[in-house]
């Protein structure tokens, strides 16, 4: 079993940008395909960007890539999203979570990924 634990959430103007980090242990993690979701108030949960256990695959909604980027350091267990020209309608609580399986198709539903963080919150102002 992964566990985790994201930061790096806030307050930030339209515009602007944040750095969430999922920091991660449990000796699965180093083989483990890690997603960021994230969930608005009153909406489901949606995928946003995953990341191969290798680190050199990966997938995002296509709205949001070229705005967020995902990357992963093996040396410090942790998974990143680098968000940019941040929008109001990107206010979500985001959640990072690892699918130990570490399948070669990166899954982009919930339900393929057995751990989760806390999440953090991100609130863009407008």
């Known amino acids: 079993q992964v566990q985790l634990v994201e930061s790096g959430g806030g307050l930030v103007q339209a515009g602007g940008s944040l750095r969430l980090s999922c920091a991660a242990s449990?000796?699965?993690?180093?083989?483990?395909?890690i997603g960021w979701f994230r969930q608005a108030p009153g909406k489901e949960r949606e995928f946003v960007a995953a990341i191969k256990w290798t680190g050199g695959t990966t997938n995002y909604t296509v709205s949001l890539e070229g705005r967020f980027t995902i990357s992963r350091d093996h040396a410090k267990n942790t998974v990143y999203l680098q968000m940019n020209s941040l929008k109001p309608e990107d206010t979500a609580i985001y959640y990072c979570?690892?699918?130990?399986?570490?399948?070669?198709?990166?899954?982009?539903?919930?339900?393929?990924?057995?751990?989760w963080g806390q999440g953090t919150q991100v609130t863009v102002s407008s």
């Open positions: 449990g000796r699965t993690f180093s083989s483990s395909n």
């Open positions: 979570a690892a699918d130990p399986r570490g399948t070669w198709d990166i899954k982009m539903t919930p339900s393929a990924y057995n751990s």
